[in-house]
């Protein structure tokens, strides 16, 4: 049984930092993606950023320039430092693995909130 376990999330200030990390448990193989949605009051989840496992990354377009995330193949673990928040990244930000084979794993979520 694979879980994904969220942590780093937390009340900021507006243009402080935040570091969120994913770590999983189980026996996971074959993951391609890794990556982070977010998720905010009464709107659709989003994706954040992705890795593949070559490295290539995606990032919404409000993120970049401000998030980077990484990874570690070897433990199974990526990150997200998020600089410079923005109240309208406020959410709840979800860990999300994807396998070669198209199984979709997902952590329970852990809650950013940046006031103004």
């Known amino acids: 049984h694979v879980q994904l376990v969220e942590s780093g999330g937390g009340l900021v200030q507006a243009g402080g930092s935040l570091s969120l990390s994913c770590a999983a448990s189980?026996?996971?193989?074959?993951?391609?993606?890794m990556g982070w949605y977010r998720q905010a009051p009464g709107k659709q989840r989003e994706l954040v950023a992705s890795?593949?496992?070559?490295?290539?990354?995606n990032y919404a377009d409000s993120v970049k320039g401000r998030f980077t995330i990484s990874r570690d193949n070897a433990k199974h673990t990526v990150s997200l430092q998020m600089n410079n928040l923005k109240p309208e990244d406020t959410a709840v930000y979800y860990c999300?693995?994807?396998?070669?084979?198209?199984?979709?794993?997902w952590g329970q979520g852990t809650q950013v909130t940046v006031s103004s």
């Open positions: 189980g026996t996971i193989t074959s993951i391609n993606t």
């Open positions: 890795m593949t496992a070559k490295g290539s990354t």
């Open positions: 999300n693995f994807k396998s070669y084979l198209s199984l979709d794993y």
